[in-house]
């Protein structure tokens, strides 16, 4: 049976609506790079302090806290990214960056916001707490390197389930898609260099054109999503740099390509780059040159936990009713969160913050995207509601 519990978490993230509102602002004027989150970091420290709540450093940059109940039971982590990105603001609003060329263009200002405002919520009710609630604050979201340093330095040891939350640009404020099953795709890199032989232009008998080669490979490839894909288990192929030749009367003797895929099935993802070797080489040696692929497998895809998913989808009803959870269909962008599911359970919500009346309209990584700021209330409502939710289910 589910205890009754003393406080309105909803009421309480109203309660702390400005000082969260005040956080992200904050965050959002001094955004700091992937590895680079110093005085981020050092800001979580100092609101964590406040809260009389202990903390150690870790992956770098990165803070983990415990929130110990008072009652035994299971540990759920809440995560919170920390980077911004090399994106110029474009926006004109009050607390607009003020470090040139660096944005919070991803809505990782909010994250920390809110999960601190959830910290707040969670500590001064930790007599109701059935076991213990771990806030990870991870760096380096955005180049996949945080997670990873996040777990070997202990981030998870002892943990049961994990839950983050992605603020959505794509999604209405006072919406939340945290639905079972894929949500973010794989993300891997792949690196092809071809060799052919250089000369002459006005001599191709004698050359073996690069240009020629890596043009053929580029559309080769796309045949692995039209023809050798079910049509149903989506794949993006993308190649986005292509580089061969000097000049204009050289045969390029060298072809340089990079690209990236993005996918849902764990299956396809390793068959992958079996399959993209074959048509490279192949396809190089009809034209008489050589190729190599280096397929580097960056990140998995984020998949949500079903009873994970079914505990937020009702923590979501509480906060927003009913109407509050909101079909959304999985993404092909990818998150390192995939780095902690692949060892634990958990899910990611995707919390709107769509507005057009507010100007809350462009997508992440745009120098003009913002948010909703009514989001954040709701976020962290989110975080608090979640953790106490899923720790009475698993109650000992
Ligand atoms: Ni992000």
């Given at each position: 049976?589910?205890?009754?519990?003393?406080?309105?978490?909803?009421?309480?993230?109203?309660?702390?609506?400005?000082?969260?509102?005040?956080?992200?602002?904050?965050?959002?004027?001094?955004?700091?790079?992937?590895?680079?989150?110093?005085?981020?970091?050092?800001?979580?420290?100092?609101?964590?302090?406040?809260?009389?709540?202990?903390?150690?450093?870790?992956?770098?940059?990165?803070?983990?806290?415990?929130?110990?109940?008072?009652?035994?039971?299971?540990?759920?982590?809440?995560?919170?990214?920390?980077?911004?990105?090399?994106?110029?603001?474009?926006?004109?609003?009050?607390?607009?960056?003020?470090?040139?060329?660096?944005?919070?263009?991803?809505?990782?200002?909010?994250?920390?916001?809110?999960?601190?405002?959830?910290?707040?919520?969670?500590?001064?009710?930790?007599?109701?707490?059935?076991?213990?609630?771990?806030?990870?604050?991870?760096?380096?979201?955005?180049?996949?390197?945080?997670?990873?340093?996040?777990?070997?330095?202990?981030?998870?040891?002892?943990?049961?389930?994990?839950?983050?939350?992605?603020?959505?640009?794509?999604?209405?404020?006072?919406?939340?898609?945290?639905?079972?099953?894929?949500?973010?795709?794989s993300?891997d890199?792949f690196?092809?260099?071809?060799?052919?032989?250089?000369?002459?232009?006005?001599?191709?008998?004698?050359?073996?054109?690069?240009?020629?080669?890596?043009?053929?490979?580029?559309?080769?490839?796309?045949?692995l999503?039209?023809?050798?894909?079910?049509?149903?288990?989506?794949l993006?192929l993308?190649?986005?740099?292509?580089?061969?030749?000097?000049?204009?009367?050289?045969?390029?003797?060298?072809?340089?390509?990079?690209?990236?895929t993005?996918c849902?099935?764990?299956?396809l993802r390793k068959q992958l780059p079996i399959k993209m070797?074959?048509?490279?080489?192949?396809?190089?040696?009809?034209?008489?040159?050589?190729?190599?692929?280096?397929y580097?497998f960056?990140?998995?895809?984020?998949?949500?936990?079903?009873?994970?998913?079914?505990?937020?989808?009702?923590?979501?009803?509480?906060?927003?009713?009913?109407?509050?959870?909101?079909?959304?269909?999985?993404?092909?962008?990818?998150?390192?969160?995939?780095?902690?599911?692949?060892?634990?359970?958990?899910?990611?919500?995707?919390?709107?913050?769509?507005?057009?009346?507010?100007?809350?309209?462009?997508?992440?990584?745009?120098?003009?995207?913002?948010?909703?700021?009514?989001?954040?209330?709701?976020?962290?409502?989110?975080?608090?509601?979640?953790?106490?939710?899923?720790?009475?289910?698993?109650?000992?």
């Amino acid at each position: 049976m589910e205890a009754i519990l003393k406080v309105d978490i909803k009421e309480l993230a109203r309660e702390y609506r400005d000082y969260v509102i005040s956080l992200r602002r904050h965050f959002h004027q001094y955004p700091e790079l992937s590895l680079e989150e110093f005085e981020t970091s050092k800001k979580i420290k100092e609101e964590l302090e406040k809260m009389g709540i202990e903390y150690v450093s870790a992956g770098g940059t990165g803070v983990i806290a415990d929130i110990k109940g008072s009652k035994p039971g299971k540990t759920i982590a809440l995560r919170a990214d920390m980077d911004a990105l090399p994106v110029e603001e474009l926006t004109e609003c009050a607390f607009k960056s003020k470090i040139d060329g660096n944005m919070h263009a991803c809505g990782h200002d909010s994250h920390m916001a809110m999960l601190l405002g959830a910290a707040k919520i969670l500590n001064g009710m930790r007599d109701q707490i059935n076991g213990t609630v771990r806030l990870i604050f991870q760096p380096a979201e955005e180049n996949a390197k945080g997670a990873p340093a996040m777990i070997r330095d202990g981030a998870i040891d002892g943990v049961d389930s994990i839950f983050a939350i992605h603020i959505w640009a794509q999604i209405p404020v006072g919406k939340v898609s945290l639905e079972a099953g894929p949500r973010m795709a794989s993300t891997d890199w792949f690196y092809i260099d071809v060799k052919g032989k250089g000369g002459h232009g006005s001599q191709p008998e004698n050359c073996i054109d690069a240009v020629v080669a890596s043009s053929a490979i580029v559309m080769n490839l796309q045949t692995l999503v039209s023809r050798e894909t079910r049509p149903h288990n989506p794949l993006v192929l993308s190649i986005g740099l292509l580089h061969s030749g000097t000049r204009l009367n050289v045969i390029a003797e060298e072809g340089r390509m990079e690209g990236t895929t993005r996918c849902f099935d764990p299956e396809l993802r390793k068959q992958l780059p079996i399959k993209m070797e074959r048509i490279i080489k192949n396809t190089a040696e009809a034209f008489g040159a050589t190729a190599t692929l280096e397929y580097d497998f960056a990140g998995s895809a984020v998949v949500n936990d079903e009873r994970c998913s079914e505990i937020g989808q009702a923590s979501v009803e509480k906060i927003l009713g009913k109407d509050g959870n909101y079909q959304f269909e999985k993404v092909t962008g990818g998150e390192d969160f995939c780095f902690y599911l692949e060892q634990i359970p958990g899910a990611l919500a995707f919390v709107g913050c769509k507005n057009d009346e507010k100007q809350c309209c462009y997508a992440h990584h745009n120098g003009r995207f913002a948010i909703d700021e009514d989001s954040l209330e709701i976020g962290t409502a989110l975080y608090a509601q979640y953790a106490i939710d899923f720790l009475n289910k698993y109650e000992k």
